[in-house]
């Protein structure tokens, strides 16, 4: 355990969020969505687990990771296959913890093969424990400036 460190926040995770730079986007996915085998195609290569709600562990991410204030597309979600307007509970109580920290609202809505598409090219996959359908994000980190905001 570390203070002021979320405990879901495990030393791979930790690692790779530190590792990861300025415009570089973080897929944290459901259980359905191909995490293994899209991870394998990302910058780390490698899959990493937290196994938990989306929610959850979009809130322990982004209590150490700023996201991107730059670029319309900093904060997205998997549309719904052919129900692009249809909002999810899953998107809702994940779109809580992003305005909780003043990212954006709403999240930006990709197509499911687009978002695959992103997730390939991210630097990481996170595939959380959220059994719930849609349960896919696309964070783009953001900066940290010298006085620490």
Known sequence: ?????NPLLNADVLHVLRAMGHGDDLIIADTNFPSD????????????RID???????????S???????????????????????ILPVMTEVQNKVSAVDG????????????YDRSKKAYAVIQTGERRFY?????????IGPDGE
């Open 1 to 5: 355990m570390l203070k002021g460190i």
């Open 37 to 48: 085998s899209v991870a394998r195609q990302t910058i780390y290569g490698k899959l990493l």
């Open 52 to 62: 938990a709600s989306a929610a959850d562990v979009v809130q322990a991410v982004l």
């Open 64 to 86: 150490v990771m700023p996201i991107d204030t730059f670029v319309d597309d900093s904060a997205a979600r998997m549309e719904v296959v052919d129900e692009p307007k249809t």
């Open 104 to 115: 954006p609202n709403p999240m930006l809505p990709i197509e499911r093969f687009s978002f």
């Open 135 to 143: 349960g896919c994000f696309a964070f783009r980190k953001g900066v």
